[in-house]
């Protein structure tokens, strides 16, 4: 593990037009070393970042030594998206990009690091979207493709809370902390703050405990993230769509000739369950290598990051072919 280290995208043109002679991809890299072991690429969350095991790793449970992806035996790569303020890094227009210009990129960072194959592609959220157009342009770049409560598009419901947290962060005297305490009631559910809070209340602030838990993560957040970040991830959310060349989502997945496992969870109000099993209704019969699995938890969208015995267990029949 060596933090935070950084290479350069030359004369990058988005979709939109706009063109770039360079951009830097800050990145990490944990485990192996690379061009020496399978490489495994990890595509964060929206709030998260390329920190993805060691004692601050948001999926420290599930990479990191004797792990479920284990870094003694695979090469963990994890690139931040450009934007989301690492480093400082902002773009002054953040619609000049949509999630596949974030894919594109990620898989030149792949070239300039001189990896033509990856054993593994994973993302969780609008990670795992960004995984879908990795896989759209490269259908031949990994050997199996896991988006983790996540989907090949932005639908109807995803649209319309990035669209109402776009607002927020536009009109707010908050906007972060508004957007913030708005955006965890769509990853929880209310069952998942009824078992955890049942209407309890903060004695020394006087004001229930849902409360004070809401403003810690929206004071949090805005302690890390900065306007025009939150504004960028944010429209990169509602912009996943594998179909925008108009090819269909059909011909492309057929295309993608890795292993797919789509990972759902059951009370997920985000990134719906149905979308995936949808998608796997509409390619099974086409293409045996795809698979479902559904995670059952009380926690929505964020089991993925809680549940990590169940994760672990889906993992652990893909990640045991190179353990020795």
Not at 96 to 111: E, M, P, R, V, Y
Not at 167 to 186: C, G, Q, V, W
Request: proline letters at 3%; one cysteine or more.
């Amino acid at each position: 593990m060596t933090g935070i280290q950084k290479i350069s995208v030359p004369n990058f043109r988005t979709h939109s037009g706009t063109f770039f002679n360079s951009i830097k991809l800050y990145y990490q890299h944990f485990g192996q070393a690379l061009g020496k072991s399978p490489v495994v690429l990890v595509n964060h969350s929206l709030t998260g970042d390329a920190q993805v095991c060691g004692p601050n790793g948001w999926w420290k449970e599930i990479i990191g030594s004797g792990k479920t992806i284990d870094t003694q035996h695979y090469a963990v790569l994890a690139f931040n998206i450009p934007g989301n303020g690492t480093k400082g890094q902002i773009f002054s227009d953040f619609e000049d990009f949509h999630a596949g210009d974030i894919a594109s990129l990620f898989l030149k960072g792949l070239d300039v690091l001189k990896i033509d194959k990856l054993y593994a592609l994973i993302g969780g959220s609008i990670g795992g979207g960004i995984a879908w157009e990795m896989a759209a342009l490269s259908p031949n770049l990994m050997q199996y493709l896991i988006p983790v409560a996540a989907d090949w598009k932005a639908n109807d419901w995803i649209i319309a809370n990035t669209f109402l947290q776009k607002r927020i962060l536009e009109n707010s005297k908050n906007p972060i902390e508004d957007a913030r305490i708005h955006a965890m009631l769509t990853y929880r559910t209310p069952e998942s703050f009824s078992s955890r809070f049942g209407r309890s209340k903060n004695p020394d602030l006087g004001i229930y405990n849902i409360e004070s838990w809401l403003l810690h993560h929206a004071k949090k957040l805005a302690y890390r993230f900065d306007l025009a970040s939150y504004l960028m991830v944010n429209h990169l959310l509602a912009s996943i769509n594998i179909e925008r060349s108009g090819n269909n989502a059909f011909k492309i997945i057929k295309k993608i000739n890795a292993e797919i496992h789509l990972i759902a969870v059951k009370s997920d109000l985000f990134f719906i369950s149905q979308e995936d099993q949808n998608t796997y209704e509409m390619i099974k019969p086409h293409k045996d290598n795809i698979f479902f699995h559904e995670l059952k938890s009380i926690h929505g969208h964020d089991a993925f990051l809680i549940e990590n015995e169940a994760v672990a267990q889906i993992l652990k029949p893909i990640f045991k072919h190179q353990k020795t």
